[in-house]
């Protein structure tokens, strides 16, 4: 059995699966069936408690006493469909998920045995989750933890994908508040429109076109040719003072974790070698002068442990500037053996927070590493602050 953190991977070695959610409230788990550009083909393709059956995809209620669960059967999913999203929502009117902290559980749906589970972490204002989806790659299923939440509930995941909703006609325009759970009429859950979060999984891409520009939560698969990029990589780190002359000492760091979320380790100015100096740290820059990277921390994929299955990078203002007083921060991913630059991010907005959580990578089942950029920020001047908040992160 394998314990998935946000953003990891399996095979499947079945063809049914099963997805089941628990938490300690009764909660409404549905599925979505997506083409390529991720969206349903029709409402026919959303399955829930009132619309149970679907191409490939069948809906199992667990009459308050088990949980609700998704079955997909990947030899009958119609041809155009390329993943299946598995979602839940707190059947309590306007509940959210602060305090209740929900599992999946994914089963060979023959025997009923556990392949993997899942607990996103960190919630707290959702009303609704993306919890995993079960997507095809190079003619092979695979299932991956997502974790997305929304703050509107249900409905705002329906419209996302493609889903008619229908706004209530006594309903008066409501301004942006904290939304209710929607009521869930015969063909698709009614609710008034709400600006879509973000699809998760979108902008997946790899290294073979060349050097790519991330977005905030953005993830590149570290391939090349079809092949892992396991040689040694380079995160540079680069930052400017605001205010000419105004010295700022950013530091920035590596945080490596364990597949429980686990911390391993931390390599900063003060620890320039972690795990047998598979992570080495260039040393620090104390006011972020110069052309090019400040610091850098090179990361040898190949010699880190099999324990070590995610890495954090974080940047902290040790002097106590926010970073609303940095400017140019970015951090790139260079082929440490060629010097090419692979991956770049640009934090090009703010906070006034003195830590920021730049970038992670996460060790996928199959081996290969994927990179997602963040820029999430964090008060905390030292890396210390930041193991938790990365560990929720992962």
């Known amino acids: 059995m394998t314990a998935m953190t946000p953003g990891s991977n399996i095979p499947l070695p079945t063809a049914r ?20 550009d991720g969206k349903v083909r029709s409402d026919d393709d959303f399955i829930f408690y009132n619309q149970p059956t679907g191409p490939g995809v069948t809906y199992r209620s667990g009459g308050g006493t088990a949980p609700d669960a998704i079955t997909v059967d990947t030899t009958a999913v119609p041809p155009g469909i390329e993943k299946i999203v598995v979602t839940a929502s707190p059947d309590a009117a306007g509940q959210t998920f602060q305090g209740i902290e929900p599992t999946a559980t994914l089963r060979n749906a023959d025997d009923n ?10 919630l707290g204002t959702e009303t609704a989750l993306v919890v995993v989806e079960i997507y095809l790659r190079n003619g092979a299923w695979k299932a991956r933890a997502v974790g997305q939440g929304y703050a509107n509930g249900l409905a705002g995941i329906a419209t996302d994908f493609g889903v008619t909703v229908e706004e209530p006609a006594a309903a008066p325009p409501q301004p942006a508040a904290a939304p209710q759970a929607p009521p869930m009429p015969t063909n698709a859950p009614a609710a008034p429109p709400a600006p879509p979060a973000p699809a998760p999984g979108t902008g997946k891409i790899n290294l073979d076109k060349g050097r790519v520009s991330l977005q905030k939560n953005q993830t590149v698969s570290l391939i090349k040719g079809g092949q892992p990029l396991l040689s040694q990589v380079k995160m540079g780190l680069g930052w400017e003072p605001a205010y000419r002359g105004k010295d700022i000492d950013l530091d920035a760091s590596v945080i490596a974790y364990g597949p429980q979320r686990n911390h391993i380790d931390s390599c900063y100015f003060g620890k320039l070698q972690i795990v047998n100096g598979a992570i080495r740290h260039s040393g620090d820059n104390l006011t972020g002068e110069g052309g090019g990277d400040d610091e850098v921390i090179t990361v040898d994929l190949g010699r880190l442990p099999m324990d070590v299955t995610g890495l954090v990078f974080t940047v902290n203002s040790f002097s106590g500037q926010k970073f609303t007083e940095v400017a140019k921060a970015y951090c790139r991913l260079l082929d440490a053996t060629t010097g090419e630059e692979l991956v770049r991010f640009d934090l090009t907005s703010a906070e006034p927070q003195t830590g920021v959580m730049m970038a992670k ?11 997602t950029a963040m820029g999430d920020f964090v008060k905390s001047r030292t890396v210390r602050g930041m193991v938790k908040p990365a560990a929720q992160a992962l």
Not at 17 to 36: E, H, M, Y
Not at 113 to 122: E, G, N, Q, R, S
């Open 113 to 122: 045995a556990v392949l993997a589970t899942f607990t996103p972490p960190a």
């Open 17 to 36: 699966v099963t997805v089941d959610v628990a938490a300690p409230v009764r909660l409404d788990v549905s599925g979505l069936l997506l083409t390529a």
């Open 361 to 371: 990578l996460i060790r996928q089942f199959s081996g290969e590493w994927e990179m």
